[in-house]
């Protein structure tokens, strides 16, 4: 069955290329205040790592890129990936990776490599959570604040809603990164964050990157701030780009050619920015292809903690049979319109 699905989705002809994101020790000690489908424990991705390396061979972006530019078969090849540059990263996965020989790519925020700051979203999902709580008892206060930004079109989306991720996600989606920072910025001002949580999301530093490096480790862009660049204009959307590229090859002394679009969204125009910004190999999060250039737009598959799991919670081989073979890519709905134009500055 796994391998006629595998055939009748044409995943078998592409390598796999698994992306995930924070690696921490307990799943459930970080599952209430953070993106839960941004975790996996160190003990479930070993779980995933030795499933995946029972049937696949891993390998380097730099190998699969090679053998995708030269139109060979990636069949059978599988590589693995980490957004964003958190620290548990290295902590938690690099010396698993280490000690199985397996070779994996990092794509980093370069703005805030080596500083205590964790990844925007991650700020905004904690603020976001801590309002919910109030605005519960006083749906007023969200309608108000709101109101005063000039973004009055968000309230019913925002106050209707009750899950703190599927707000963060109407915020992301319908702002601006710098709408969203304005948001973000009077959010500060009804919630206080857990500094504890926000330690363990801390980056990368460049000394990290540097010993990842000389380890198998490739270093990939994922822009300087982590907007979402179907949301943002020509100047931004350049300085993210090619900013981003210059301070990784100016502090690891090395080309960089691979790419992550942040949550996977990716337009046209932003395709076009990605390939003139000197990327040779960008990565999404769903299955279609941008024909004009299919290397900058590798389907990766996302993975976390509850991914691959049965409903106790234990790894399940059959579900990851089922990932890996794309099953669930017939059925799942890509959230982003390739064809979407930029937000407007006045929205
Ligand atoms: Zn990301
Ligand atoms: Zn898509």
Sequence with gaps: MGQLVGVLTGM???????????????????ADLTIR????SRAMLEKH?????GRYRFASLDELGRRLEEG???EGLAAVTFDDGYSDVYEN???????KGIPAAVFVVTDIVGSRVAPFHDRLYLLVAGALKRWRANPEAAEKLFSELGLAHLNGAVTRNDDPLSVMGVLLDRLSQEQAFTVAEALCGEVELSGDELRAMRPLTWEMLREMQRSDITIGSHTRSHPLLTNETGRKLDDELKASRAALERELNTPIRHFAYPDGRWSTLVVDSVKSAGYRFAYTTCSHRDPRHPLLTIPRLVLWE?????????????????????LFRLVARCKTNHRRRPLSRAA
């Design 12 to 30: 078998r002809a592409q390598p796999l290329i698994l992306g995930y994101h924070r690696v921490v020790e307990h799943f459930d000690t970080h």
């Design 37 to 40: 489908p941004m975790l996996i």
């Design 49 to 53: 790592l030795d499933w995946i390396g």
């Design 72 to 74: 060979a078969s990636a």
């Design 93 to 99: 996965a690099f010396p698993l990776l280490q000690r």
């Design 306 to 326: 509850r991914s691959c799991a049965d409903s106790a919670g234990r790894f399940s081989a059959s579900v990851m049979s089922c990932h890996a073979d794309g």
